[in-house]
């Protein structure tokens, strides 16, 4: 490999980086809601919760919706928004 190869490859792999990180939450820990908050928002949505956990600094919930389907779903711990939501084909309920 040429010295000019190892440089582009370098700069390139230093440039994916931030773009891999757009998906985390940067909120102050101050500024997050509760869980039981995000429990409820989920619930309002005709969710059944199975699990919430933090990931990336959001909130992740792992649910199954009303017709039995399992996914999950990123969070923003402040506004509650859906930031991200994804099936999960590995855990069909129903």
């Known amino acids: 490999m040429t ?3 190892i440089l582009t490859a370098t700069l390139i792999a230093l440039a994916a980086g931030p773009a891999l990180a757009e998906d985390d939450c940067n909120i102050p820990m101050a500024n997050w809601q509760p869980r ?14 199975t699990r919430i956990k933090i990931d990336d600094g ?9 017709e039995g389907r399992a ?24």
Request: charged share 35%; glycine share 2%; proline share 2%.
């Open 3 to 5: 010295s000019r190869t």
């Open 36 to 49: 039981e908050a995000v429990r409820a928002m989920a619930e309002e949505r005709g969710w059944q919760v």
């Open 58 to 66: 959001c909130y992740e919930i792992h649910a199954v919706d009303a």
């Open 71 to 94: 996914f999950e779903a990123k969070i923003d711990p402040q506004t509650l928004t859906v930031i991200e939501f994804e099936n999960d084909d590995r855990h069909h309920h129903r």
